[in-house]
């Protein structure tokens, strides 16, 4: 409750109880009979019009003083309800959200040999997934083929590290659903029901960043076995093609057997 609806609620109060306090003294006043209606010739005079007529008056007085109460007590508790709407809510899934977002970030920071970075991918490719040379030797071909399985594996790998962290983050975010649906459904205020339901989204949000966060990761693997499949045809067509290119041939030369005796 702010300072300036607690004033106001605190007026409306004094406002009734000054009422309620005025009202006998306004009453008594207004039923009191006149001066010349008390006392005539020899004893006390009672005119039943006069008399009518201050009840009447006494009655709509009371009703007016009624009315007002009303509508003070009104006023009352349209202020109460308005800081109740202003109320905020005394609960914050920020931290966990939040905790969950790191801990998926940090494991698509630990990719192996290919990060998730485009300098590093197109470096990659260039020296790993590239054409395959004719002049490069066979360890050298061996070494190759050997790199871009290694970041297969480890493709595969992250992607099940990634798909483990999310499936981790599944009983976190059902607590703090639990609890968010509870203070929603527990609001006192429209304010309440509001963050509530705006915290309600950011844990949605950040479901959908473990999804895309899982997809990538897929996505990443999928694509190392591609590149690694194309390559690899490309270098054996290279071998295939220099196994079949014309060398020198064969040519004669001297042999020695047995310790050179012929």
Do not use: C
Request: hydrophobic fraction near 45%; aromatic fraction near 6%; proline fraction near 3%.
């Amino acid at each position: 409750m702010t300072l300036h609806t607690f004033r106001h609620l605190r007026r409306a109060r004094a406002s009734v109880l000054a009422l309620a306090l005025a009202l006998p003294a306004a009453v008594s006043l207004v039923i009191a009979p006149p001066a010349y209606a008390l006392f005539g010739f020899g004893g006390i005079v009672f005119d039943p019009s006069n008399y009518a007529q201050n009840v009447l008056t006494a009655a709509r007085t009371l009703e007016q003083i009624n009315n007002q109460i009303q509508q003070l007590q009104n006023e009352a508790q349209m202020l109460i309800n308005q800081a109740r709407n202003l109320t905020s809510l005394p609960y914050s899934a920020l931290q966990q959200l939040q905790q969950n977002v790191q801990r998926t970030q940090q494991l698509l920071g630990q990719a192996q040999n290919i990060a998730f970075e485009v300098g590093q991918i197109d470096q990659a490719f260039q020296n790993q997934y590239g054409n395959v040379s004719l002049s490069a030797t066979d360890a050298q071909l061996v070494t190759d083929a050997r790199n871009r399985w290694q970041n297969t594996v480890g493709g595969l790998q992250d992607a099940m590290k990634i798909q483990a962290g999310v499936v981790g983050n599944i009983d976190a975010n059902r607590a703090e659903m639990a609890a968010l649906v509870g203070q929603s459904q527990n609001a006192v205020g429209a304010l309440q029901a509001t963050q509530a339901g705006n915290q309600i989204l950011a844990l949605q949000s950040q479901q959908l960043s473990d999804l895309i966060a899982m997809l990538a990761a897929n996505g990443r693997s999928e694509a190392l076995i591609e590149a690694e499949r194309a390559t690899a045809a490309e270098q054996g067509r290279v071998q295939r093609e220099r196994f079949l290119t014309p060398g020198s041939g064969y040519q004669p030369g001297n042999a020695q057997m047995f310790n050179g005796n012929n």
